[in-house]
Nanobody, 122 residues
Framework: QVQLVESGGGSVQAGGSLTLSCAAS????????LGWFRQAPGKEREGVAH???????FYADSVKGRFTISKDNAKRTLYLQMNSLKPEDTAMYYC????????????????WGHGTQVTVSS
């Protein structure tokens, strides 16, 4: 069974930090690439960060230097450490998995979680 379950969202003031987690089933964790996406109200879903099964990481320009993606193979869990949060980071955050190449192309990702809300106040 393919399953991705996000947690760790919440409300924080600008400049604060949050760590998101995504618990993955064995099937979804074994894919080629795991990623974090976000969708703000009225906006399209966008890629935030991605990690290849080999460990290579990729970040959107808007989060470089502030967010860190990582994974724990023993726990089959994906993480997103978010520091120096800004109000524009407010969104629903989703984790996703793909057997395709590691990119921010939404249509490549066939496994999705239900999301966790992050709200950053100024």
């Amino acid at each position: 069974q393919v399953q991705l379950v996000e947690s760790g969202g919440g409300s924080v003031q600008a400049g604060g930090s949050l760590t998101l987690s995504c618990a993955a089933s064995a099937a979804s964790y074994s894919t080629n690439c795991l990623g974090w996406f976000r969708q703000a109200p009225g906006k399209e879903r966008e890629g935030v960060a991605h990690i290849h099964r080999g460990g290579s990481t990729f970040y959107a320009d808007s989060v470089k230097g502030r967010f860190t993606i990582s994974k724990d193979n023993a726990k089959r869990t994906l993480y997103l450490q978010m520091n120096s949060l800004k109000p524009e980071d407010t969104a629903m955050y989703y984790c996703a998995a793909t057997w395709g190449s590691c990119s921010a192309t939404l249509t490549q990702y066939i496994y999705w979680g239900h999301g966790t809300q992050v709200t950053v106040s100024s």
